[in-house]
């Protein structure tokens, strides 16, 4: 029943509830707590000139945004933390085994949403739960399940993504020292790193789709209802789209859309917080963390469901 799955009039319905609360501007009035976490996360490791990537920035930043954007208190943002580290199994490859981890850790995370919810509605405030349930449209309004379900939603789908886009970007970047100084030197070059740096290694390989019909593609039919595995990755670097599609370049106008938001109907809802995310992180990171070089192998997950680095050490110029 979460938003990503459904279909049709009640997938509308449910969107066109929520889109006004996924604003531009609506992530916009995050940025000031964005670049403070960043900032608590950075200062240490800008003196010692050298971190873990994945597990001093990438693994440690999503979470309390996702968590300041629902109004959770600070005390709480670890528990938020553990959850989301549990039930993002689901998209793993040992779910038989994992189950009981994943669905305690759902059990908790609704038993605590249940509980925000209900004070919300006795004392709205200026956080995304209480948008949610002021939301409204021709007087229809989410279930109190619907609310829930989005929120948790939220949680997960706003979490491991940007944790793996980030760390695989700056594995990119520290491997093209030219881009890395560019961007550290040029911070308005920002968004048109993210654009580039998701185009060039996005860490969903693959989006699903079903066949609404018999569909022929290479001389192959394709019949309708059947599950078709689109290589976004492959679609990134096609020649006859983007020029030079095999060269990293953060200068590259990001005139051509790019997939790993998805597209249609089911386009990211969260995808403006997303990109101011990996704005300010990378460029705050190339600017604080100059000459970079790495101090051991990077590690990477399985090129299944969501990828990217496991471990990432670097190496820098301290005390910026």
């Not at 109004?71 to 490859?93: C, H, N, Y």
């Not at 550290?184 to 390989?205: C, D, K, Q, W």
Request: aromatic share 6%; proline share 7%.
């Amino acid at each position: 029943q979460s938003i990503l799955g459904l279909e049709g009039e009640t997938h509308h319905r449910l969107r066109r509830l929520v889109s006004k609360a996924f604003t531009p501007r609506g992530a916009e009035r995050l940025r000031t707590h964005i670049v403070n976490v960043l900032t608590e996360l950075v200062d240490p490791l800008a003196a010692a000139g050298h971190c873990d990537i994945v597990s001093d920035i990438a693994r440690r930043y999503p979470t309390p945004i996702i968590c300041a954007l629902l109004g959770v208190p600070r005390q709480d943002w670890q528990l938020f933390s553990a959850w989301t580290d549990a039930i993002k199994k689901v998209f793993e490859w040992d779910v038989a085994n994992d189950g009981p981890v994943i669905a305690a850790a759902w059990a908790e995370l609704d038993a605590y949403l249940e509980e925000m919810v209900a004070q919300r509605r006795d004392n709205l405030t200026d956080d995304l739960i209480s948008e949610l349930i002021r939301a409204e449209d021709d007087g229809d309004r989410l279930s109190h399940r619907e609310l829930i379900i989005l929120a948790g939603t939220l949680l997960i789908a706003g979490t491991d993504t940007t944790r793996n886009q980030l760390a695989a970007a700056v594995y990119f970047l520290r491997d093209h020292p030219d881009q890395w100084a560019l961007l550290g030197a040029h911070p308005e070059l920002a968004g048109n790193a993210v654009h580039e740096l998701m185009r060039y290694s996005p860490i969903v390989f693959a989006l699903a789709r079903t066949a609404r019909e018999d569909v022929e593609l290479g001389g192959v039919i394709i019949p309708a209802g059947s599950l078709v595995m689109v290589n976004i990755a492959a679609a990134h670097r096609d020649p006859a789209v983007y020029d030079e599609p095999d060269r990293l370049d953060i200068t590259r106008e990001p005139s051509t859309p790019i997939l790993p938001f998805g597209s249609g109907a089911h386009y990211c809802l969260g995808s403006h917080l997303a990109r101011l995310e990996l704005v300010e992180a990378l460029t705050m990171l190339t600017r604080r963390m100059p000459n970079p070089r790495p101090t051991g192998p990077a590690c990477w997950k399985q090129m299944t469901g969501i990828t990217g680095p496991t471990v990432l050490p670097l190496a820098f110029d301290p005390g910026h």
